[in-house]
C-alpha cells in the first residue's frame, strides 16, 4: 500500500514539475544556504532566558534572510511533553525558541537525527506541529515510514529543488508506523532513500540530501559516509551536506557534484575550540545545477553560542586541513570562501 501511495506522490509531483515548466518562468540563480548542528537546549536554553531567544541568531541571521532557502539540522527536539530516554544526552528546547528561529530567517530544520527521539514520539510530533505553525519545515521525520521519506518540494524562479533529509547513526528509528526519522543504517532504509533520490532526479528535480552520519568528533569521513555519499550521487543527487560530528569534514567533488561530509556545530553548548567553529555552506542553483559553492566560517568561540563571522586565515587552514583526502581548491574572496570542482 504504502509504495502505491509513493509512486502516486511522485506522479503528482512530476504533472506539477511539467505544468510549472510549461508556465514559461524564466530561470534565475536560487541561493540555498545551509547551517551545521544546533541543539537549543541545555546551557544554549538558559543563555537565551536571560538574553534573549533570537540572542543565538543575531550576528548570522543576514545570511540566512538574504537566502532563498535556509536550512540547518536542529539537534533538539522543541516540546513541552515526553519522557526523556534513558541515554546520556536528551536534548528538548524551548518552544519559545521558535520565535528566534523564525526571526533568524530559517526556513528547514532537519530533525534526522539522533536526538529526534529523545523525548519519545509525541513530543517529535508536537515539535513538528509547532515548527509549523512557524512556517517553518521540517524533514527527515513524520508519523510513520511513509513520511519519514516524503520529500520536500520548492519552486523557485525555474529551479525545482528537493530536499531530503536521512539520518544513519542508528537512533531515531523504532518501527514503522511509530513517529521517528528516516534511518539509512538499515538495508531497508537506504533501499528507500536512493530509490526516493533516483524517482525525483529523474522526473527533473533538483535533489539534495541531508544527511546525518558519521563518527562525532572525527575530523575526516570515514568509509561509509564516503560510499553512502558516492551512492547518493549515483542515483542522481546534485550535492549531499553531512551533519553529526561536530567537526568540520572536508568537501569532496564526486563526478562534478559537490559533498560536504560535515558542517561542524552551528550553535552548541560544547566546550573544546573545533567544537565551537562551523561552516555556512551557500550553494548557487540555476537551470537545475549547483554553479558555486561558497563557505562562509562562523565561530562561537568570541561570544558563547552566538556564532559570528571567522578570521578567515585560521579558517582557511582548519578547512585546507579537513580537505587533504580531497583534490579541491579554495578561494579566498573577502570573508568567504569558493570551492572550485575538478569538473563540471
Known sequence: MKNFLYGILFLIAAFCHNAFAESNFNFDTVKIIFGGDVMLARNVDNCMRTKGYDFPFLQIKHYFQSSDIAIINLESVISNIGKPLDKKYVF???PKCLEGL???GIDVVSLANNHCLDYLGNALLQCIELL???EIASIG????WFNFFTPKSFYIRGNWLILLAFDDTKAGYIRPDYPGSAPTWCEKGEKQALETV?????IGATVIVFEHWGYEYSCFPDNRQISLAHKFIDAGAATVIGSHPHRIQGLEFYKGKP?????GNLIFDQEDELGNIGILAELSLLENRIVEVKLIPVETLTERFQP???ELNKSLSIIENACKPFEVKLLTIYDYIIVEPLEY
Open 308 to 310: 559570528r563571522l571567522m
Open 198 to 202: 533516483r524517482v525525483m532526479s529523474s
Open 141 to 144: 521525520v513524520g508519523i510513520d
Open 102 to 104: 523564525m526571526e533568524s
Open 132 to 134: 509549523d505553525s512557524f
Open 259 to 263: 559533498i560536504l561530509y560535515s558542517l
Open 92 to 94: 528538548r528546547a524551548n
